[in-house]
């Protein structure tokens, strides 16, 4: 299934959050912002709260419903005045990269730099247990962290 776990997510990835012109859900729960995405027998459903200082949680789900794949994550911009800048130019290109390199296709590559942004990824474990860092740097200054981790679930 990791193969397969891998493909459907870089496949998700790029079909909500990332996509700029993704499709938004009705909110499951107050003050969230919901991204669904299905192919074959698996569904991809993504929630988070929050802009600035932000937490949310992806679920991977197979046939039935069945939860096979989660990661949490809580990020926050250091420097709110470059919000809309640093989430439009960088970090929804970075994460439309998921895959083009050996990263876990959990979030972006390891890096990317566009003009005088760059962003970084650091990932231990594999899909089935991990947990991960990412930055964004404008110069020498880190502007934006994100943490995350997760891998499968089980009854």
């Known amino acids: 299934m990791n193969h397969e776990l891998s493909a459907f997510l870089c496949e998700a990835k790029k079909k909500t959050y990332a996509n700029q012109s993704a499709k938004k859900l009705n909110p499951s729960r107050e003050g969230a912002v919901d991204y669904e995405y299905s192919h074959g ?3 991809y459903h993504d929630t988070y709260f ?4 932000f937490m949310g949680e992806e679920v991977v789900y197979r046939n039935d419903q069945t939860p096979v794949w989660g990661m949490n ?3 926050i911009m250091l420097e709110e005045s470059l919000t809309n800048e640093v989430f439009n130019q960088v970090l929804h290109p970075a ?3 998921v895959g083009s ?9 390891r890096e990317w730099r566009i003009g005088d942004y760059r962003y970084e990824f650091q990932v231990n474990g594999q899909l089935e247990l991990f947990e991960g ?3 964004i740097f404008k110069g020498d ?3 934006y962290i994100l943490k995350c981790h997760g891998g ?3 009854k």
């Open 41 to 43: 027998q698996m569904l």
């Open 50 to 53: 929050g802009g600035t200082r």
């Open 73 to 75: 994550y809580y990020g």
């Open 95 to 97: 994460l439309m990269l």
């Open 101 to 109: 390199d050996d990263m876990l296709p959990v979030r972006g590559p």
């Open 133 to 135: 860092e990412e930055r």
């Open 141 to 143: 200054r880190v502007v």
């Open 152 to 154: 499968t679930i089980q």
